[in-house]
């Protein structure tokens, strides 16, 4: 079997070169508070299945969607992480959005988050008409230990994709 996997990792300096770091979304943003710019995307793309990491050191507006025929399990640093969605005050510990939907969030400072972003197509039973272009997911008791599995997998996936090609994606669903 062929490795499918790709591993990226990406520094920007100006928020609106950020806005090009997630492959496939459509994003546009605005910083609003003063300072100098710093970010970074990583990723690993498995195809049907992508984990990826996005940081921001200033607060940004930021108009997002996923791909179309994806879904994103959006997924911040920190529990109570206070961010408006939509002009919502949301503190989620994560939320689903559904490709295709443009959502408006405004993170306060500091902006840490995981996603992952899998193919509808392979998801068994879902329909996309049940399910809202952003769903909130409450608190969780394994919130922190999901933030360290997806830290961990794209800490490790330089190195497995490197000497094991096609391993990873014999792990991930």
Excluded at 53 to 62: D, F, G, I, K
Excluded at 73 to 78: R, Y
Excluded at 114 to 129: C, I, M, Q, S, T
Aim: net charge negative; with cysteine; proline share 6%.
């Amino acid at each position: 079997m062929a490795s499918t996997s790709e591993y990226v990792v990406k520094s920007y300096l100006d928020a609106a070169e950020q806005e090009t770091g997630l492959p496939g979304w459509g994003q546009r943003y605005t910083q609003l508070s003063g300072g100098r710019f710093r970010g970074s995307t990583t990723f690993i793309n498995f195809g049907h299945l992508a984990i990826g990491e996005e940081r921001l050191n200033l607060t940004v507006a930021q108009s997002t969607s996923p791909p179309v025929g994806k879904l994103a399990l959006i997924v911040p640093m920190s529990d109570g992480n206070d961010c408006l969605i939509n002009g919502d005050r949301y503190a989620p510990v994560g939320f689903i959005h559904r490709g295709g939907c443009e959502i408006n969030v405004v993170s306060e400072g500091v902006e840490r988050g995981f996603y992952v972003v899998v193919d509808e197509k392979a998801l068994p039973g879902y329909d996309r008409n049940k399910i809202g272009p952003i769903v909130s997911v409450a608190n969780h008791a394994n919130a922190a230990e999901l933030r360290t599995w997806l830290s961990s997998i794209l800490m490790a996936a330089p190195d497995a994709v490197r000497r094991a090609p096609g391993e990873m994606e014999k792990v991930l669903p």
